[in-house]
């Protein structure tokens, strides 16, 4: 719901979820002011039971605070590079539940496969095309042969995408200025530009990095670790942004 705080300019105030993201474009698109707040930051404000006029009151009440920081309008690029990336993940997260499933299969009939994707997909190399499945009941060939196919597909979707992050990082002028840091990739640069923009929310460097951090503990799947662990989960952290 919106709020409408009175300022001596009007502006217009929604928490920054994704339904009130197309109507804040719209507005701003009338030439209208328009601020976006964190509905992490607008939940302190809301009294008793949630419903719509409890949720406007309580955006209204956070608009005015003045230490109350305020999420930018993002375009339609940022959005559909953010969109991308997820589309990517989830691709990752397929492939990764795929190679769990193989390695299972495997284990079942006393056969141990080493960690890691290329070490695996080296090994099924060996065992398909050279031992014929050896150990394999020709079920279960057809099986692993099918998981490899669908592998080899996934592989090429994610290929697809890494692609366009490295076109787009390259027209891109703070995305390529982020990918000449050492160990920062299209990937990672795609990512963070979509998700930040210019960083301008930001007062210092130390808020990016309390934020990353942040942004990193209260996601489900790292709520039990304690930092940021590798580049692919960064990437997951940006695009869930």
Known sequence: MWGF????RPRLHSDGSVLRGPSSRVFAGH???VGLTSPESVRPYVKAQKNDDR???????????PTMRFVGLKSQEPLD???LHRSRDRLVGERTALINQVRAILLERAIVAPQGKRKLEQFLTVLMDEQRGAGLSPRMITRVADARAQWAGLDQRIAAFDTEFIRWTKENEDARRLASIPGVGPTI?????????KGETFEHGRDLAAWLVWSHLSSPPAADRSF???ASEATDIFASC
């Open 5 to 8: 705080p009175v300022w001596q």
């Open 31 to 33: 030439g209208h002011d």
């Open 55 to 65: 949720d406007a009151e309580g955006i209204a009440e956070a608009a005015t605070r």
């Open 81 to 83: 590079m953010q969109t």
């Open 189 to 197: 640069a795609s990512a963070l530009i979509a998700a930040i923009g």
């Open 228 to 230: 940021l662990a590798s």
